[in-house]
């Protein structure tokens, strides 16, 4: 993926996070009074059906469509990695709240806080995501 599509991917994701509705699911996140499971299977939806119609935007020639909807399923997919967006369990942590960092040197979530073994995980999640909607491994 090219530079600019790949800044195009991080305009999706801040676009995500000044979008200010009632869409916890889209950041991985739940209500006080929410069920896990609904919470969970919000997200997980959310991320199935956008790589879904990214993949059917790719077969139509649509890469740009494609890449706004993928950008939409990496940030759901990294907000799920987030250990601000995490309970203890690895669930969607309550909302309010997510207090993203603005830089790598302060904040709650950083990559200090980060493990190699979520950073894997999450990467490994994404990779397959990528394919799906592209047919190729990024």
């Keep these: ?17 000044m979008h200010n509705t009632n869409d916890n699911f889209m950041h991985s996140l ?7 499971s609904v919470a969970v299977d919000q997200r997980d939806g ?24 993928f950008g939409m ?7 799920k990695y987030s250990p601000v967006h995490r309970d203890a369990q690895g669930n969607p942590a309550i909302y ?4 993203h960092s603005r830089t790598d040197f302060t904040g709650r979530e ?3 806080h980060i493990t ?10 994404i990779q ?3 394919q799906q909607v592209y047919g190729k491994q990024p």
């Design 1 to 17: 993926m090219s530079a600019g599509r790949r800044e195009g991917l991080k305009g999706v994701s801040l676009g995500l996070d």
């Design 73 to 79: 399923v990496v940030h759901t997919i990294a907000d």
């Design 96 to 99: 309010p709240g997510p207090n």
């Design 46 to 69: 959310f991320i199935r059906e956008n790589i879904t119609d990214a993949a059917a935007a790719v077969a139509r020639g649509d890469t740009k469509g494609a890449d706004f909807l």
């Design 128 to 130: 397959a995501a990528h």
């Design 110 to 112: 950083t990559s200090k």
């Design 116 to 125: 190699a073994s979520t950073m894997d995980a999450m990467k490994r999640e």
């Design 30 to 36: 739940r209500d006080a009074t929410q069920k896990m």
